[in-house]
């Protein structure tokens, strides 16, 4: 399938969802102009994005033959919504995207409550649509990815920092609890989003355990790429950093790109990444250093070839179901997110 349908149905489905979005935040901040503002702040970066995940909710809704997705829209948005929550209470913990004070943090982090309240109500608005025993599975979909997100984000602060590298001298050992935060930060949420389209539409048990796997499989994969992405912040960049760029290397989150730099067997590498990580400011010259090592060691291929294992299984999942329109949109989002953009990025600094 053509590239330019998926992305005609990515966009498309954003349009449907996004004024429910809008209206629901209208509502909560009637009257209430910085309340408004501090909720908008990260709204509004997604406003002007596609959303992918209520897009993956509506693929498996209709893969199962689901035909009335504008009637359970609510439930599409819902997904974003916690999406947007947890960007609003990690945002408490990341130094990233502008939060910087005391006062930024806290209020984001009632943002997010607000948001998780929002999503509630989203749901509910398909009472009398969606019968009460399908709308509690649902439920139950939102409330573990919200609680798995948060998990993910306590392997991230008390697990996987540089202050631990210590404790993952083993390789083997250190990849298991990467690829379990992974699988806790997107790769769950990602399999719930699935599940619930498939319950929505009344799927068959293997058709839902199916399409929960292939989702599971892609957003770890997700995650494990926007964690290199992290290292090579794009076009725009070249001239000028912004506070964002390089965020995990300045937290000292040990995400697989860092465990392998601070591995390395390159004596040259591991001293200067030791002197980099400990500095306070930092220069488009260093962040070329870090990027030069990460082509140089093979971290860019281990991490491909660590997110092309999880496409592989991803694809599998997916045997089952008839070559439908839908099913070859879901194939397309898998070869988008193995073509991601962003891996052109590192190939030009190589």
């Not at 498309?12 to 996004?18: F, G, P, Q, R």
């Not at 250190?174 to 799927?203: E, H, M, P, T, W």
């Amino acid at each position: 399938m053509e590239r330019t349908k998926y992305f005609d149905y990515l966009k498309e489905t954003s349009e449907l969802v996004l004024p429910l979005i809008k209206e629901q935040v209208e509502r909560v901040c009637y009257n209430e102009k910085k309340l408004k503002d501090i909720l908008l702040f990260f709204y509004e970066k997604r406003f002007d994005k596609t959303l992918l995940k209520p897009t993956l909710f509506r693929l498996s809704y209709e893969i199962c033959g689901g035909k009335n997705f504008k009637d359970i829209l609510p439930i599409a948005a819902a997904f974003e919504v916690l999406n947007i929550s947890s960007y609003q209470a990690n945002s408490s913990f990341d130094n990233k995207v502008g939060i910087l004070t005391k006062e930024e943090k806290d209020s984001q982090f009632i943002a997010s409550m607000i948001s998780r309240e929002i999503s509630d109500n989203l749901i509910s608005q398909c009472e009398g649509i969606v019968n009460d025993s399908v709308l509690n599975k649902v439920k139950t979909c939102i409330s573990k990815s919200n609680s798995l997100i948060y998990k993910a984000q306590h392997y991230d602060l008390n697990l996987l920092s540089v202050d631990n590298i210590g404790k993952y001298d083993d390789y083997n050992y250190y990849l298991k609890y990467y690829v379990d935060r992974c699988y806790y930060g997107s790769g769950i949420f990602s399999g719930q989003c699935a599940l619930a389209g498939a319950i929505v539409a009344n799927a068959t048990n293997n058709e839902k355990e199916s399409l929960l796997q292939f989702a599971e499989l892609y957003g770890t994969a997700l995650h494990i790429i926007n964690d290199l992405a992290d290292y090579y912040p794009g076009e725009e960049r070249k001239t000028k950093l912004y506070q964002d760029d390089f965020c995990d290397f300045r937290n000292g989150r040990l995400t697989l790109p860092l465990y392998l730099l601070l591995n390395s067997k390159n004596e040259e590498v591991n001293k200067t990444v030791l002197v980099l990580k400990n500095k306070k400011y930092f220069s488009s010259e260093d962040y070329s250093t870090i990027q030069d090592f990460l082509s140089k060691e093979g971290i860019i291929e281990i991490c491909k070839n660590l997110t092309g294992q999880k496409f592989i299984e991803a694809k599998q999942c997916l045997k089952d179901f008839p070559l439908t329109d839908t099913k070859q949109l879901l194939l397309a989002l898998l070869s988008v997110l193995d073509s991601n953009k962003f891996f052109h990025r590192t190939k030009q600094t190589i």
